[in-house]
């Protein structure tokens, strides 16, 4: 039985999708345990190219069965277009996709208030993606969350009318259109009908196949650093985003979750607020315009910045790394000279990432390296062998920061285009 836990040493967006793809071929469970539809992984391979918020990205291995745990909080607008567009990709779901029943739904009227909140907090706005994501989770944890076991009884129609009441008070206050029951629970009671035939308790199928010797591949949304406790408080995301997440999240024990997978970008990237040491204002800039990426679930123009090792090495520790997954070299082909930053210094003092708060982090000083880059195209490479030595230092300066082999490395977007060593 092997256990691996996917996740990502930064802000999110580190490739981890790509990463899972690669992987998925020898799993036989692959699962989401934690976040939404606040979470995009993008793959590309035989079938096409595709952007999953909610899906497993493992799921278009042929033999593996996709579960998206009760840690999971479920637009289901979202999860059932995207079983219609894989199904008719010809990645069929239908038997070997199960949503856990403890999950709880996304109502609209979280998406209105998380869009509410957002602009009455203004300039102090968290850059949320106004998904719905922080609000449900709010509900959640305050006990006015509606799941889809609530769905199987007219219990769904009790919370929703209690909840209605409550939240048009509040949307009506900040100058929202108050929602009408009627529509709402028509809505959702359609939903339902479509959502019901992939809704299974969960726990039997992890547990039976932790005692056969399955293989489980665990899918994190987001990055390390958009945990709620550990990431960069409050510019982060609703819901526990380290390995233990999964505990909670899917029922899988601690004790099993021994191989962690860190994916980690070869550069540094953030989408919305908060705090990122070594970003690069200068838009006209050859490397910012190298770096310049498009968030996949929010279409925004992600912050770029060299590769911070402090962040890196912080994941390494937080989650027991056992390998690193490195990402998007491919991008850094072409630069003369690159960066990186190996550590922090506050008030003249070198620190951790951990020594300080979001606001402190946004006043570090780098302490930069810079490292001889390569012209040659990379793209081809299949083996570590073929890169270019300048690349093969970099890598291995990554691996010697953070205490963690670096075992897979992508030269490209596809999933052929990875090598490993």
Same mark, same amino acid.
Request: charged content about 25%; overall charge negative.
């Given at each position: 039985?092997?256990?691996?836990?996917? =996740?990502?040493? *930064? #802000?999110?967006?580190?490739?981890?999708?790509?990463?899972?793809?690669?992987?998925?071929?020898?799993?036989?469970?692959?699962?989401?345990?934690?976040?939404?539809?606040?979470?995009?992984?993008?793959?590309?391979?035989?079938?096409?190219?595709?952007?999953?918020?909610?899906?497993?990205?493992?799921?278009?291995?042929?033999?593996? /069965?996709?579960?998206?745990?009760?840690?999971?909080?479920?637009?289901?607008?979202?999860? =059932?277009?995207?079983?219609?567009?894989?199904?008719?990709?010809?990645?069929?779901?239908?038997?070997?996709? %199960?949503?856990?029943?403890?999950?709880?739904? =996304?109502?609209?009227?979280?998406?209105?208030? !998380?869009?509410?909140?957002?602009?009455?907090?203004?300039?102090?706005?968290?850059?949320?993606?106004?998904?719905?994501?922080?609000?449900?989770?709010?509900? +959640?944890?305050?006990?006015?969350?509606?799941? %889809?076991?609530?769905?199987?009884?007219?219990?769904?129609?009790?919370?929703?009318?209690?909840?209605?009441?409550?939240?048009?008070?509040?949307?009506?206050?900040?100058?929202?259109?108050?929602?009408?029951?009627?529509?709402?629970?028509?809505?959702?009671?359609?939903?339902?009908?479509?959502?019901?035939?992939?809704?299974?308790?969960?726990?039997?199928? /992890? *547990? !039976?196949?932790?005692?056969?010797?399955?293989?489980?591949?665990?899918?994190?949304?987001?990055?390390?650093?958009?945990?709620?406790? %550990?990431?960069?408080?409050?510019?982060?995301?609703?819901?526990?985003?380290?390995?233990?997440?999964?505990?909670?999240?899917?029922?899988?024990?601690? +004790?099993? =979750?021994?191989?962690?997978?860190?994916?980690?970008?070869?550069?540094?990237? $953030?989408?919305?607020?908060?705090?990122?040491?070594?970003?690069?204002? !200068?838009?006209?800039?050859?490397?910012?315009?190298?770096?310049?990426?498009?968030?996949?679930?929010?279409?925004?123009?992600? @912050?770029?910045? %060299?590769?911070?090792?402090?962040?890196?090495?912080?994941?390494?520790?937080?989650?027991?790394?056992?390998? &690193?997954?490195?990402?998007?070299?491919?991008?850094?082909?072409?630069?003369?000279?690159? *960066?990186?930053?190996?550590?922090?210094?506050?008030?003249?003092?070198?620190?951790?990432?951990?020594?300080?708060?979001?606001?402190?982090?946004?006043? /570090?000083?780098?302490?930069?390296?810079?490292?001889?880059? #390569?012209?040659?195209? &990379?793209?081809?490479?299949?083996?570590?062998?073929?890169?270019?030595?300048?690349? *093969?230092?970099?890598?291995?300066?990554?691996?010697?920061?953070?205490?963690?082999?670096?075992?897979?490395?992508?030269?490209?977007?596809?999933?052929?285009?990875?090598? $490993? @060593?």
């Amino acid at each position: 039985m092997t256990v691996i836990a996917v =996740i990502g040493s *930064q #802000w999110g967006d580190e490739g981890k999708g790509k990463a899972v793809d690669f992987l998925a071929e020898r799993a036989d469970y692959v699962a989401r345990f934690n976040g939404g539809n606040n979470a995009g992984h993008t793959v590309i391979n035989e079938f096409g190219t595709f952007k999953i918020h909610l899906v497993p990205s493992g799921i278009f291995a042929k033999n593996a /069965v996709g579960l998206i745990g009760g840690g999971v909080v479920v637009d289901p607008s979202v999860l =059932i277009e995207e079983i219609e567009m894989l199904n008719k990709s010809g990645v069929n779901v239908d038997g070997r996709l %199960w949503v856990s029943p403890r999950s709880h739904v =996304i109502m609209p009227y979280h998406k209105i208030l !998380d869009g509410l909140y957002e602009e009455a907090k203004g300039k102090g706005a968290t850059g949320t993606t106004r998904r719905g994501i922080g609000p449900v989770f709010a509900d +959640k944890v305050s006990y006015n969350g509606i799941r %889809w076991t609530d769905f199987t009884s007219d219990m769904f129609e009790q919370r929703l009318e209690v909840q209605l009441t409550l939240k048009n008070k509040i949307i009506t206050a900040l100058g929202g259109e108050a929602l009408e029951f009627n529509k709402v629970r028509d809505e959702y009671r359609a939903y339902y009908g479509k959502v019901k035939p992939y809704l299974k308790e969960l726990f039997s199928i /992890v *547990q !039976d196949g932790l005692k056969a010797d399955k293989t489980f591949l665990l899918e994190q949304a987001m990055g390390s650093f958009l945990d709620t406790d %550990w990431g960069t408080y409050p510019f982060v995301t609703a819901s526990t985003t380290i390995p233990s997440a999964a505990t909670a999240g899917l029922g899988i024990p601690p +004790k099993y =979750i021994q191989n962690v997978v860190g994916v980690t970008k070869a550069y540094t990237t $953030r989408v919305g607020g908060g705090p990122l040491p070594t970003e690069i204002h !200068d838009t006209e800039s050859e490397v910012y315009k190298k770096f310049g990426e498009v968030a996949a679930t929010t279409g925004r123009i992600r @912050r770029v910045g %060299w590769l911070d090792l402090e962040i890196v090495r912080t994941a390494a520790q937080l989650s027991g790394m056992t390998e &690193i997954c490195l990402t998007k070299l491919d991008i850094l082909s072409g630069l003369k000279e690159i *960066q990186v930053c190996t550590q922090y210094k506050f008030n003249g003092q070198t620190i951790r990432y951990a020594d300080v708060d979001a606001y402190g982090l946004d006043e /570090v000083e780098c302490m930069y390296e810079s490292f001889p880059g #390569w012209s040659e195209d &990379i793209s081809k490479a299949k083996t570590f062998e073929d890169l270019p030595a300048n690349a *093969q230092k970099y890598v291995k300066m990554i691996e010697e920061a953070a205490g963690v082999p670096v075992k897979m490395i992508g030269v490209g977007p596809a999933r052929d285009e990875t090598i $490993r @060593r």
